[in-house]
């Protein structure tokens, strides 16, 4: 680690999951996804163990580049991807969620949605958002962001920094998805058709000052999951207030004098 090292840790361990469900519904836009994140956690609690948004765009990409991969519910500009599990074998999970994903369609949250009937359907619909970084590394150059905001906020940033990276980028392309119940989102834009490579890469620092200003302004992280490392140093010391990371520089300090753990990293 960059601020010490883990001598013991406490693991929390949960039955094996009999009993699991898979769905994809289609949306109108990021609003709806958040409705219906909603619904399904009222239904299932924590047995909803995965709920994955993804942008049309997103479907449209990976199905160019892997044509045999589904598309169950076509035309829409939004998508969720969900999962329960249950650890009972008898349990009712599938029929919650095609209950949920039923009342979410006639209250007009949904547009229509897909259940798998099996392993295999539900190994196909999840496969549509684990390509999605391979089908954009074979479209072209890209620009990736790993951010995270409020969930309430998204829709919000969605809107504004299209409008931002329109204007500074024309042309650009959108390729967004991810962990929408945490407030991450893999926000990544693809070259305009035709597009050099080294030109659209040359605005890659322009792209991530519009992207990261807009996270701060709105109360999220310019760096989610993904973490600082070193490609990120820079954007911490802008980001993050000068108490901030003296803090952190004392820790790291403290803990490691002779700068021997994960060095260069996070903090020097």
Known sequence: ??????????????????????????????????????????????RLTGFELISGDCIALTRKQ??????????????????????????????????????AVEQHVAGDAAIAQSAAQAAELWAL???IPEAQRLEGPNIKHDVSLPVSRIP??????????????????YVVFGHLGDGNLHYNLSAPAGTP??????????????????????????SAEHGIGQMKRGE?????????????????RALDPDAVLNPGKVVG
């Open 1 to 46: 680690g960059t601020l010490g090292i883990i001598t013991a840790a406490v693991l929390k361990l949960f039955p094996k999951p009999r009993t699991s469900a898979t769905a994809l519904a289609a949306l109108a836009d990021v609003d709806a996804a958040i409705a219906l994140l909603g619904l399904l956690r009222q239904a299932l609690g924590d």
């Open 66 to 103: 892997f044509p045999a991969l589904p598309d169950p519910v076509p035309g829409y500009p939004w998508y969720a991807l969900m999962q329960g599990d249950d650890p009972a074998t008898d349990s009712p999970l599938a029929v919650q969620i095609e209950a949920t994903l039923g009342a």
């Open 129 to 131: 958002r684990e390509h």
């Open 156 to 173: 919000a940033f969605l809107a504004d920094a299209q409008l931002e990276l329109d204007a500074a980028l024309p042309g650009v392309r």
């Open 197 to 222: 490579a080294a030109a659209f890469l040359g605005d890659a620092a322009r792209a991530n000052r519009i992207v990261y200003d807009l996270v701060t302004r709105l109360g999220g992280s310019f």
């Open 236 to 252: 911490l010391l802008r980001y993050k207030s000068a108490v901030e990371v003296e803090l952190m520089q004392r820790i790291k």
